[in-house]
Structures are given as structure tokens and as C-alpha cells.
């Protein structure tokens, strides 16, 4: 898989409102209603990057806040199959916290 060039990640960026580029990485961090929402939000985005072959790096922090971290390991950062992955993961019908 092929490293994207700029003008391509920030096209990709442009159809994935939240989420962010930091390095090789293109990042998103969750705030969700609870724990135990945060635990199935990981669980979702897992199955999607398994059936992908495709592994982020999941963090979950202060009980209900959820970062996805993907990049293309083997290439040496961001490839189509992170945006692929980026793209599934946004499409997951999401629950807001109450303010």
C-alpha cells in the first residue's frame, strides 16, 4: 500500500469531520457517556479493524474517553486503508454525553 501525499491526506481529512493528523497518525479521541460505552465503542472499532486487517491503537482514558490511533505500520504511515478504517469507524452511530 502506497504512503498518501498531503494534498491527498487533507482530502481524505476533508470527509472525516474530528478527526485529526499528528505525525503518521491519523487520530480521533471519543468523549462518550460512560465506561462502559467507551468499552463498546473500542469493541466496534476492534471488529471493524479485524475484518480490515487493519490494527489501530486504542486508548481509552478518564472513564469515557475513547482515542483511536491508526496508521499503515508496514508502509510507514498514512495509507488509503487508514482513511478506509477511518471512514467505517465514523459511520458508527455514536451516543453523546449529556452536558
Do not use: C
Request: glycine content about 6%; hydrophobic content about 45%.
Amino acid at each position: 500500500m502506497a504512503l498518501l501525499d498531503s494534498n491527498q491526506i487533507q482530502s481524505y481529512l476533508s470527509t472525516l469531520p474530528e478527526w485529526e493528523v499528528q505525525g503518521s497518525e491519523l487520530v480521533r479521541t471519543f468523549s462518550l457517556p460512560s465506561f462502559a460505552h467507551a468499552l463498546l465503542l473500542a469493541g466496534a472499532v476492534g471488529q471493524l479493524a479485524e475484518a480490515a486487517g487493519h490494527h489501530p491503537d486504542l486508548r481509552i482514558y478518564s472513564y469515557n474517553m475513547l482515542e483511536v490511533r491508526l496508521t499503515t505500520h508496514s508502509a510507514g504511515g498514512l495509507t488509503e486503508n487508514d482513511f478506509a478504517l477511518a471512514a467505517q469507524v465514523q459511520a458508527l452511530p455514536l451516543r453523546k454525553p449529556k452536558a
